[in-house]
């Protein structure tokens, strides 16, 4: 009793030591901001070109599906995500044109849009020469409806801020209504609280997937069938699909080829994969053969009606 009661007692205490260790690890005191910091770096820095005033155009919030229909895994940064950037100074040029606040904060949402990849995108900035705080929040939109909110440890004067979220975009290729609104709880006292927001309409970045059944030549007397898909959008599938293949026809006393289903992992926005499907036939033998991409339609896309081709080979 008295060795297990031992043994029992160190156990804990390696285990406290653990928590302990691990407990100022997450405990440690983020660095304060230095208002006189960020007014330094942004007199001193002139960076040429402006980040937040570039304009991108979604990724759809990801379905499970599988090659019979649920639960295909997806890859681990197609999962919804809201990514914080660094705060930083703004740069010079992008204060040409802007007011700065004489007295008080001044928080505004700069370069909503949306990503190539689907995720929205917006930058907030602190127009002014004293301290956005406390923390505040940013509610993003989608059509009206909110989708995110996101958190931010206050401003420095004279900075910004550029956050991409994955939530505030739920799928969906046609056009979208974008707004972007600081400061909802109204936590931080402003000089004006009538420019905290801004409102775009954008067509989402989309992908199109679309099949070909081609003849592909083996030597000079047969041929195989080659499949081709190609992504016409405008953004990568972003996740896996599924390309369904079958022969419908052949010559007299042809067996058949059993459908089968071919899995992509993804496709970029003007990328093509090919594959073939079946075996050799004679070019004096005509077999027809169907294909469906995007069989479960697992990916949202700009164009459904070009999914499925039928052709008869040579």
Same mark, same amino acid.
């Not at 407990?23 to 304060?32: G, I, K, M, R, V």
């Not at 990801?62 to 703004?90: A, C, Y």
């Not at 992008?94 to 007011?99: E, I, N, V």
């Not at 400061?183 to 402003?190: I, L």
């Given at each position: ?25 997450? %405990? ?139 939530? #505030? ?14 400061? %909802? ?66 010559? #007299? ?62």
């Amino acid at each position: 009793m008295k060795v297990n009661q031992l043994v029992g007692i160190t156990i804990g205490a390696a285990i406290g030591l653990c928590l302990l260790g691990s407990e100022d690890a997450f %405990t440690q005191p983020q660095q304060p901001f230095s208002a006189s910091r960020f007014l330094d770096l942004h007199d001193k820095q002139s960076p040429p070109i402006s980040v937040f005033l570039v304009a991108d155009p979604l990724m759809p919030v990801p379905g499970r599906k599988t090659e019979s229909g649920p639960n295909i895994p997806l890859p681990q940064d197609h999962f919804d995500v809201t990514s914080v950037g660094p705060v930083e100074p703004i740069p010079k040029i992008a204060l040409q044109g802007l007011s700065l606040a004489s007295t008080g904060t001044d928080l505004v949402i700069r370069g909503l849009s949306f990503t190539p990849e689907g995720k929205v995108r917006y930058f907030v900035l602190n127009l002014s020469r004293q301290t956005a705080a406390p923390p505040f929040v940013v509610d993003l939109l989608y059509n009206g409806q909110r989708r995110d909110t996101v958190k931010h440890n206050g401003l420095p004067p004279l900075s910004q801020q550029r956050v991409e979220s994955s939530l #505030a975009n739920p799928g969906g290729c046609a056009v979208a209504q974008l707004q972007a609104i600081a400061d %909802t709880q109204q936590t931080v006292t402003e000089t004006n609280e009538a420019n905290n927001a801004e409102v775009t309409s954008q067509v989402p970045p989309c992908p199109d997937l679309v099949v070909h059944i081609e003849t592909e030549e083996t030597d000079t007397l047969h041929y195989r069938a080659k499949i081709k898909v190609t992504n016409k959008g405008t953004r990568a599938a972003g996740r896996p699909f599924i390309v369904l293949l079958r022969e419908t026809s052949g010559p #007299a006393g042809y067996i058949l080829v059993p459908p089968a289903d071919k899995r992509i992992d993804d496709l970029q926005a003007g990328a093509s994969t090919s594959f073939h499907y079946g075996g050799n036939h004679l070019k004096t033998s005509a077999v027809g053969y169907h294909a469906i991409v995007d069989r479960f339609d697992d990916i949202k896309e700009s164009d459904e009606t070009n999914n499925n081709v039928q052709k008869t080979l040579p």
